[in-house]
């Protein structure tokens, strides 16, 4: 059984950071093989995708929101994904959700195993 499991939320004033982890389990699952993608939802919205880095070279996308403030990296003797988010905003208020597939990774659908999500909360 995969395990994803999501570490790192809390509340921050705008403008800081948090480091969200992601540390993945379960027999003949490695980060290495699979895309590792972050996803988030706030209220009343729908999920979306926030970033991702592919299995093979360990391309990394991210969605233009967040370009240029989030940094999605991992570790994979330790089979953890990280998301670092600086210049953190009141519209990064969300659930995060980690997420591991293949296909595109930029799409919700292609990820066939997720975590149990950890709030993310930014105070103006």
């Known amino acids: 059984q995969v395990q994803l499991v999501e570490s790192g939320g809390g509340l921050v004033q705008a403008g800081g950071s948090l480091r969200l982890s992601c540390a993945a389990s379960g027999r003949s699952f490695s980060i290495s093989t699979y895309a590792m993608g972050w996803f988030r939802q706030a209220p009343g919205k729908e999920r979306e995708f926030v970033a991702a880095i592919a299995w093979s070279a360990g391309n990394t996308y991210y969605a233009d929101s967040v370009k240029g403030r989030f940094t999605i990296s991992r570790d994979i003797a330790e089979n953890t994904v990280y998301l670092q988010m600086n210049m953190l905003k009141p519209e990064d208020t969300a659930v995060y959700y980690c997420?591991?597939?293949?296909?595109?990774?930029?799409?919700?659908?292609?990820?066939?195993?997720w975590g149990q999500g950890t709030q993310v909360t930014v105070s103006s």
């Open positions: 997420a591991g597939g293949r296909g595109i990774v930029t799409m919700s659908r292609f990820y066939d195993y």
